[in-house]
């Protein structure tokens, strides 16, 4: 009753503030009309060809002011709670929204046209217009107090590139310059454009940088364009360089001395350090903080060598992905080589400010999950920084928690506890009998991670579950955007204790559940592929890929002997075979300011064979939830059609499959300051591949009409990246149901989801 109550009055709220957005004309002065939009049109004759119309459109359209007041689905809040406040008596709530969301009105008596239109022909001469006709009109909407600016825009034919050449009053620097002339993306017939000038200098310079031009500034390089020696719109474009250019600007610089201060402490620098050369390089420390052979791989600057920013930055995050150090300072000092002509000389000097040796965090969590357990959660983790001198970490992890099941049901009261204990240590280098070339990892230099976990899971009335799980394994990062792990072992170890009588029913009465939790031992390999475009936040369509593949029972096979049931055990213990690969794929794109539609595909399939009927519950998918289909509770959907004889919260044992389909998608878009809003939709169910004794769970042809299918709105609070996000999501196809009641409208009962993130 109370969901129901705020549904509507969140819809009489909404409904009056659309009310009033459309009312805000009464507040228009008589003399005024608020602007409505400013339309750009482009005319091309048809015999001018001129590319990227779309782009410079949309140039131009950045440059015309004012910007008439944003609107929401059609309306305008922040104009309408600015007249509330600035013209009505306001309440303190009124006053609140507008110091949020509150805009003055923009009206027509503010708009330039003149002004406007030499703006737009001063960014059509830099784009290669010249001799643009702009006209501008007027339409004017009394009735709703409006009015549209129109700018119509007569394109010229543009000028364009003849020759690109070197001007040889540069004779100096003439052959330096005519190497990066010719390897310039601007190319004969290209339009003359003042930006595209300003990306040749800072590409050249960033080039010059690169062969050991320390002290070149991209500011020292002018064009000059010459449009005499045609008279169809040609023209020839010069580089040359400015006057009294310093001279040491004009000349290379090489590496002449690498000094690296592995424990860099502020206020120290009095402390007589000694001196250990190690590879060329000079480790310069009080005492040895950080051995020299394991932080040389790090350092990629070597003396000899030009000068090379992005050899800089390359080794300024190498050094900094050690875990070891809180700042990384590279330093370079001009040396005075007044001798050499042609050549001058750095000293690259590399402080390193460490992190404390040992830390202890402490977490405190509340936690909620989807089907309705509620409780707290602590952990500590313990901290042993550079523990060998050589930057390895070791992280050592308490961690208890007590939920309770708080809904109303019959399964009310029932709780669950944990307590978990694990390690890790972490190795900034490749652990391996076999010897890696390091030029392999040159963009960043494999970890490897040993840990080892033990948990106890113990559910009030069901059973306890005594884990230990162990890996050894690499993660490493091949580029900005892609990063590999892999685990060549990976054990686990699951033992069920104190099943209760009722546990055991529930066992018994599903052959499929019974033996997924028979599978005790599982011994294998994982490794999981992630390229993440959704860093590069400056373009319009970004992906992001996951892949993984789990393989269990090969390598322990050959050691594996067989027992009278005719399963294979190792060291008396039956183990799980299975091959399992998921990939999980996503592309948004970006349609504006903070707004974007977000989509996801997961496809994920694992196939028991050999000891194994059916994988094991832990490697088993399911449906439904705050990261999936929200529409439907965690573990609530499927496999396939399957609907569970009783309701009660313990069903969900029985919903889960070894292949899972999933479809979503999001419409992301601001409300005010930290709040955003989302329109969403999501689809998707898990099967299994072989008959299992659940009706309708196996997958078939028809999987489509069996896919659970939900939409939502939802409320997300995102402060610089952390996100607390609410979704009400409600269910449009249920597969559950009868094939002609699947299509259901039930959005007065919406499902609520309270999560941590992005779903995705």
Sequence with gaps: MIKNTYIKIGLLSFFSMMVYSCAVKKYVPDDELLLESNNLELMVDSAVVVKDVDLLKIELQKTVSPKPNSKFLGLRPGLHYYYKVNVDSAGFINKFINKKIGEKPVYLSQVEEESTKDLLRNRLENRGFFFSNIASEVERNEDAKEATVNYKIKLPKPYTMETYQVDRDSIPFYDVLEQEVQNSPIKKGSRFDLSAMKLERERIDRNFKEKGYYNFNSGFLIFQADTNQYDNRRFDLFLKLKQDVPSK?????????????????????????????????????????????????????????????????????RLGSIGAYKFVNIEYKELDSLQNDSLNFLEANIYLSPLNKRALRAELQGVTKSNDFAGPSLALTFSNRNLFKGGETLNITAKTSYEVQIAKSSQAGLTSTEFELGADLIFPRVLTPIKINDDFFEYSIPKTIVSANVNLLTRSKLYSLLTFSGSFGYVWQANKFVTHEFNPISIN?????????????????????????????????????????????????????????????????????????????????????????????????????????ATRIFAGIGLPYGNSDVLPFSKQYFSGGAYSVRAFRTRSLGPGTYTPESTNDRSFFDRSGNLRLEANVEYRFPIFGYVKGALFADAGNVWNTTNNGLEGGKFSGNF?????????????????????????????????????????????????N?????PF
């Excluded at 099943?499 to 052959?511: A, G, P, Q």
């Design 704 to 752: 489509l009409n069996e896919l659970g299918i939900g939409a939502g709105a939802g409320i997300r609070v995102d402060v610089q990246g952390f996100v607390i996000r609410f979704d009400l999501a409600a269910p449009l196809h249920d597969p559950s149901l009868p094939v002609e009641d699947r299509w259901v409208n039930d959005f007065a009962n919406p499902v609520f």
């Design 754 to 758: 309270f999560a941590i993130g992005y």
């Design 249 to 317: 600007s004009v000349k290379p610089y090489k590496i002449n001395k690498v000094n690296i201060y592995p424990h860099n402490v502020v206020g120290a620098d009095s402390i007589i350090k000694d001196t250990t050369r190690y590879a060329e390089k000079n480790f310069i420390q009080d005492q040895e903080f950080f051995r020299a052979d394991r932080l040389d791989p790090f350092v990629l600057i070597e003396e000899g060598d030009l000068y090379s920013p992005t050899t800089s930055k390359a080794t300024s995050r």
């Design 493 to 597: 170890y699951v033992n069920p204790l104190n099943k209760s009588k009722e546990f055991d029913e529930i066992l018994m009465s599903n052959r499929f559940l019974s033996n997924s939790f028979d599978q005790q031992f599982i011994s294998g390999l994982t490794y999981s592929f992630t390229y993440n475009g959704m860093i590069e936040q400056n373009k319009r369509h970004l992906f992001f890929v996951n892949s993984t593949v789990d393989i269990a029972g090969n390598s322990i096979s050959f050691l594996g002997k067989e027992n009278d049931m005719g399963k294979k055990e190792f060291l008396g213990l039956e183990y799980a075979q299975y091959a399992k690969a998921d990939v999980d794929f996503r592309y948004h794109f970006i349609t504006g300011k903070e707004q974007r539609i």
